[in-house]
């Protein structure tokens, strides 16, 4: 049964929901009243983390205490495909002077153990924060080269270099049979807010997963927040979850791929669109309370709306030239870079792509 917040937020959305329905998905441009404010700083500067052999992914930054920006980013062998992050991902730590890199590799820092461990068969979707003196690097793994078994985990080290110490056990696990979130945990997003520390998470229901009469239907993707007291918890699940959830718009809108800061005494997310306004942009959302959300606007476009000049697509890449993965490089709490993956490049796999926030 629908919650009391859930009732309100789908009413709310209604009236905006049909004004774009039918209109945006097939429009070229998109009316000014969509676009967040945050939309209009963004400047693109260039391709980063261009690797021979490899697909990069999920570039996450931050600056060091050399002046330096690191980023942990996923990368996994060509040689698998676009969808070798699934069964083969590793997350490496790559320098450079500036945002602008180039990004010179240091190290591979988490690389799949093997039978027998929860994060045997792939690492992925790295997420880099400063907590409490140390170094917390937010991941996914999983074990057996499936969704089904995607865990959210907190590896932790003094330094950039390392050393990391990974968890034996995941740090968020998925809910029970039938719940909303039973199928996997994923996409970490984290904010330390008032002494505690919250963690939002990318979850869907294994029955609609697996029952769609739809092939092109697999879930709908929402997001929950687990709130603890202590960094390596235990994360207690709000009751009100899920705190983001489109589904109730019909067309299994849906989004992932969430970036929460806490800045202008407000949350702030930026995701990747599945179908609130189209698959090819960003969104932008904020709340008061981290938990009551704003009706999504645009954060960011394709990259052939910035000018950006690239060849033709190749034939096995299927979402050439868009934007996923939106992580911000953050200044004293204040985002002035943001990094996202996109398929192409020189190696016609995938990089990261930066810009500039002016």
């Known amino acids: ?31 000014k009243s969509a676009f967040a404010r945050f939309s209009k700083h963004l400047k693109p500067m260039s391709r980063a983390l261009e690797m021979e052999g490899y697909y990069v992914w999920c570039n996450s930054p931050i600056y060091g205490p050399d002046g330096k920006v690191h980023v942990f980013f996923s990368r996994w062998e060509a040689k698998k ?116 520390y919250w963690l939002y998470y990318k979850s869907w229901n294994t029955a609609e997963y697996e029952t769609s009469t739809d092939p ?13 007291d202590q960094l390596h918890g235990p994360y207690v699940k709000y009751v009100g979850n899920p705190v983001i959830d489109f589904s109730g718009q019909g067309h299994n809108k849906q989004f992932e791929d969430a970036f929460v800061w806490h800045q202008h005494s407000r949350f702030n997310l930026l995701a990747r669109d599945m179908g609130v306004y189209s698959h090819e942009v960003g ?20 990259l052939r709306d910035y000018g950006v000049q690239e060849p033709p697509a190749p034939p096995k890449l299927k979402r050439y030239g868009r934007l996923e993965r939106p992580q911000l490089l953050l200044r004293n709490g204040k985002p002035e870079y943001m990094f996202c993956a996109s398929q192409g490049g020189q190696h016609m796999t995938a990089s990261g792509f930066v810009f500039k926030i002016t």
């Not at 209604?14 to 998109?30: I, V």
Request: charged share 15%; net charge positive.
């Open 283 to 302: 969104l932008y959302l904020e709340s008061k309370d981290g938990k009551a959300w704003t009706y999504p606007k645009i954060a960011f476009l394709p």
């Open 1 to 31: 049964m629908p919650t009391r917040r859930h009732f309100l937020t789908t009413l709310a959305l209604a009236p905006l929901a049909r004004a774009f329905a039918g209109r945006l998905l097939d429009a070229p441009t998109y009316p």
């Open 216 to 228: 092109t239907i697999r879930g709908n993707r929402k997001y929950g927040l687990a709130v603890a």
């Open 81 to 196: 495909g676009m969808s070798g992050w699934i069964n083969g991902s590793e997350i490496a730590r790559a320098v450079a002077d500036s945002p602008a890199g180039p990004f010179v590799y240091q190290e591979t820092v988490l690389s799949p153990r093997g039978p027998g461990f929860w994060d045997a068969t792939t690492c992925h979707n790295p997420a880099i924060h400063y907590v409490d003196g140390q170094y917390c690097l937010f991941f996914m793994g999983n074990s057996n080269g499936k969704t089904n078994t995607k865990r959210i985990g907190l590896a932790t080290a003094p330094t950039l270099a390392g050393p990391w110490t990974r968890p034996d056990e995941p740090l968020l696990l998925p809910g029970p049979a039938g719940a909303w979130d039973d199928h996997c945990t994923t996409n970490p997003a984290f904010v330390q807010y008032e002494g505690k």
